[in-house]
């Protein structure tokens, strides 16, 4: 499997150290490695792309990639951008990680060309059936959980001229990748049906969030990033606890859990219509039609 580690931090001054001291060790034997950042652009945020320009080494252009094709751009597609290696750079970046999320780091001996041709590259995912689908490389939650199962052929094909890859996931734990060994060039990041579940599963509770949030802002209001995220899967384990196999009934039993009183599954109409859902595979949003919000 690939070489990762998941390392619990401290605080941000925790994260600050570590950037800084794998630059050092990479740096050995060799020059200094680059720093870049990868973020994942929340569109409701008009100061992330400003926060990161302020940032970045030399001048450096701030680069918008696509979320779909790896070509061109969009305007919600994830941010890149060469930074500043130095202490005050890591601090705001380590604050940013740990308290917001949403950010990757980079080291690598290569051009902002070079890492940014991958990344598009990396987009396009070929499964081991033969199929090909988006990667969403710039969610955190995904990568974190991709680490740690990568052969190292698929290492080789993820990581590319990159030499450490790290992200800090939404309950504060750093999970970073190592390059493999012996490089290869132009091969397709392929995952096999295991992995891709993995991938999959990796990405729910945060549409579930986004589900939540839809239906009303003031449902995970109260609670930290990391409270959130296990909030909504504990309530993804008891949906399923429930039989429901659908990831729409699903969202919708999580959004109806955190709506509703607690037992609310043993009271009309919920229990009805939980069981019809369970047993004869109705779509939970058409048996409460008055109660689902869209999902």
């Known amino acids: 499997m690939g070489k990762s580690i998941s390392i619990p931090l401290n605080d941000a001054a925790h994260l600050r150290a570590w950037l800084s001291a794998e630059g050092q060790m990479i740096s050995a034997q060799l020059e200094m490695p680059r720093l870049y950042v990868l973020l994942d652009d929340d569109p409701a945020d008009p100061q992330s792309l400003a926060w990161l320009q302020g940032l970045v080494q030399h001048e450096a252009p701030v680069i918008r990639l696509s979320r779909d094709d790896g070509g061109g751009a969009d305007a919600a597609g994830p941010l890149f951008a060469e930074v500043e290696n130095g202490a005050s750079v890591l601090s705001q970046l380590a ?50 959980a991709l680490m740690p199962s990568l052969e190292p052929m698929q290492r080789s094909a993820f990581m590319g001229p990159v030499e450490k890859w790290a992200v800090v996931d939404a309950c504060s734990v750093l999970h970073s990748l190592v390059a493999a060994p012996k490089r290869v060039t132009a091969w397709a990041l392929r995952l096999n049906g295991v992995q891709m579940a993995v991938l ?25 990033p990391c409270a959130a995220f296990s909030l909504i899967r504990q309530r993804i384990a008891q949906a399923r606890a429930w039989g429901l196999v659908r990831r729409k009934d699903i969202a919708l039993y999580c959004i109806l859990s955190l709506q509703q009183p607690e037992g609310f599954e043993s009271t009309a109409p919920y229990k009805q219509a939980l069981e019809a859902a369970r047993d004869w595979g109705q779509p939970l949003a058409d048996l409460l039609p008055s109660l689902a919000p869209q999902c």
């Open 200 to 224: 999959e599963e990796s990405l729910f509770p945060g549409v579930v969030m986004v589900q939540s949030h839809a239906a009303d802002p003031d449902l995970l209001a109260g609670f930290t």
């Open 95 to 144: 604050e940013r990680a740990l308290t917001r999320g949403g950010l990757h780091f980079l080291l690598s001996f290569a051009g902002a060309d070079e890492v940014v041709r991958h990344l598009r590259f990396l987009r396009n995912l070929a499964l081991t059936e033969g199929a090909a689908v988006v990667f969403p490389y710039e969610k955190v939650q995904a990568v974190a």
